[in-house]
């Protein structure tokens, strides 16, 4: 039987450098490669084809939830598992609805990853304990308010990329630039963006992406 291929998405170089070393010493693992952020993740999921990939949320240039859903639709085959430092409930359902496979938190022990690859390399689901709580309280929550929904809901793919990359510090012709497109779209993608958000400034953007997971305080 092959070993099960996976892709490391992670920014941090020691973190990513570290769980790489350890995978590779489970007897029916192996690392085909590594990405430090979103994009490269996606181009590498293309190439290689691996088994699972395993992703951090906050990342620059594009974070691991847009990430997911790109490679979940593309190649419904690959498995995701979200490694990250958020429990809350709106990192959690963006990423299981973006169709991540698992989610476990970085407080876990190694064990608990090992165990969550194989699970959903087997075509299972695996949550951290403290996240499938999270999962059926907002469950829960949204059955008794009847409704439910986060902000970054209403925005299109493309709104969270120009958001991420606002939040990130990039100003409208870097945007442009990265996203292949025109300075004149970009800004009214970023008054769309302010308009469907009900946002005034910048700064309440930034706060809006970095409590949706769309970018982080680093």
Known sequence: ?????????????????????????????????????????????????????????????LNGIDATRKIVSEHPKVKVIALSMHSNRAFVADMLKAGASGYVLKECSFDELVEAVRTVAAGGTYLSPKVAGVVVSDYVNRLSDGVGGFPLDK???????????????????????????????IEANRRRIMEKLDAHSVAELVKIAIDGGLASLQ
């Open 1 to 61: 039987m092959m070993n099960l291929r996976l892709i490391l998405a992670e920014d941090h170089g020691i973190t990513r450098q570290g769980l790489r070393s350890l995978l590779e010493k489970e007897p029916d693992m192996d690392v085909v490669g590594e990405a430090e952020n979103g994009r490269i993740a996606i181009e590498l999921v293309h190439e290689l084809l691996p088994d699972v990939l395993i992703t951090d949320i906050t990342m620059p240039n």
């Open 155 to 185: 925005l299109t793919e493309r709104d969270r990329e120009v958001l991420q990359l606002v939040s990130e510090g990039k100003n409208t012709k870097q945007i442009a630039r990265e996203l292949h497109v025109s300075t004149k779209t």
